[in-house]
């Protein structure tokens, strides 16, 4: 069984701001962990994953992850936040590279200028 | 690389209609592919994962015969909400794994929004 917790549905920062997005994980099994980002009515892009290696995750658009087993957390980050950025992040958990991936509730990004 | 392409990106249909939502995977074959719903201001729900050439597998509390999801080819899954009901509005969004490809994970459609009326 696999649960995911983001904490904090909504988050509100400046433009500029560091940008720091919460997602605790719960897996039996080795995790696959993914961010992903909504714009309205669109689908999923994925920002980043993690599978095995290297903890620290660098994605698309300036953002990364670290995957900490000890926290069981997988928390997105960016230095500097961009009004392009508001938007809907979703982090998910799989137990394999592409199985069922189950997604937490998802957090609200809005970016103030 | 790795485009999932899903068709229509909005439909609306009348109550006791069925409508068809087509995911295509453009520039890969698809073995797995993942139906979601997502409701206003929520997370993905997974209704159903279909395998080509076998029949999809569905998540518990999920009416197999409402929502019928075909996988014949390694590029095309469709799922068909049969007597569409105005409590079937929703976001349905597809996924399909990239497993075979040189990529890991998932690739995600762009959406269907369903209106019933």
């Known amino acids: 069984a696999q649960s995911v917790t983001q904490l904090g549905s909504h988050v509100s920062v400046s433009e500029g701001a560091l940008v720091l997005l919460r997602c605790n994980y719960s897996?039996?099994?080795?995790?696959?962990l993914f961010w992903y980002v909504q714009y309205p009515n669109q689908g999923l892009q994925l920002l980043l994953k993690?599978?095995?290696?290297?903890?620290l995750v660098k994605g698309i658009n300036g953002f990364e992850a670290e995957f900490k087993k000890s926290e069981t957390s997988f928390h997105l980050t960016k230095p500097s936040a961009h009004m392009s950025d508001a938007a809907e992040y979703f982090c998910a958990v799989s137990d394999t590279n592409a199985g069922k991936s189950t997604f937490g509730d998802g957090t609200t990004l809005t970016v103030k200028p | 690389g790795a485009v999932v392409s899903q068709h229509p990106s909005r439909v609306i249909c009348k109550s006791g209609t069925s409508v068809k939502i087509e995911c295509r995977s453009l520039d890969f074959q698809a073995t797995t592919m993942f139906w979601y719903r997502q409701f206003p201001k929520q997370s993905l729900m997974l209704m159903a994962t279909?395998?080509?050439?076998?029949?999809?597998?569905?998540e518990q509390g999920v009416e197999k015969d409402k929502f019928l999801i075909n996988h014949a080819s390694l590029t095309l899954s469709t799922l068909t909400v049969t007597s569409a009901h105005p409590e079937d509005s929703s976001f349905y969004i597809c996924s399909a794994s990239l497993t075979g490809t040189t990529n890991y994970g998932y690739t995600f459609g762009s959406g269907t929004r369903l209106t019933v009326v």
């Open positions: 993690y599978t095995t290696g290297a903890t």
């Open positions: 279909s395998n080509e050439g076998s029949k999809a597998t569905y």
């Open positions: 897996s039996s099994v080795p995790p696959y």
